[in-house]
């Protein structure tokens, strides 16, 4: 909602339009001097990677940005704008990179199974089949045990850990 004094009001507090879009604008020039600094060639190319970075990811980032920046007091944008003028490039790019690196999901590592997936699972299903033909629950995880080519061990793991597999097949 913007207000006769041409401000933008918000629930936390208030933003002028013009300090917003001044504050816009040092972010695309940012971005922009970054991107120079670190692709090499003529200013024809300058003009085709700005329109690339204007058009491609930053464009999305943006209006995260602004709605981020909506909520906060003009005294705070005034500080943003001000640490933004004073960083160089390349402080700029490595504190973009370590807030970047910090948000990507992380690698789910271990080892890999040593049956895959449906095997487990079929083998499971097995277990329970079988369970009811043989005289006892040890005896039904030896026949499938065997038939699988797994050990006996293994495949109790396996069965004591039924309800994850099955959850991942989902």
């Avoid at 933003?15 to 940012?30: A, F, H, S």
């Avoid at 970047?100 to 449906?118: E, N, Y």
Wanted: charged content about 35%.
């Amino acid at each position: 909602m913007v207000s006769n004094s041409g401000r933008i009001v918000t629930g936390k507090g208030r933003v002028r339009q013009e300090l917003l879009k001044k504050l816009i604008d040092k972010y695309w020039d940012v971005i922009e001097r970054s991107a120079a600094r670190m692709l090499p060639g003529n200013p024809k190319e300058k003009k085709i990677w700005s329109r690339m970075i204007r058009n491609g990811p930053a464009k999305n980032v943006i209006p995260a940005f602004v709605a981020r920046l909506k909520h906060e007091p003009d005294d705070k944008l005034e500080a943003v704008l001000a640490e933004l003028d004073s960083m160089q490039a390349d402080e700029l790019m490595r504190k973009v990179f370590k807030l970047g690196l910090a948000q990507l999901p992380k690698k789910r590592g271990g080892r890999p199974g040593t049956f895959s997936l449906d095997v487990r699972q079929k083998a499971i299903q097995d277990v329970g089949n079988e369970y009811s033909r043989c005289d006892s629950f040890s005896e039904a995880i030896d026949v499938v045990a065997a038939r699988y080519g797994m050990t006996p061990e293994y495949l109790c793991k396996l069965w004591k850990n039924r309800k994850r597999l099955r959850h991942r097949e989902a």
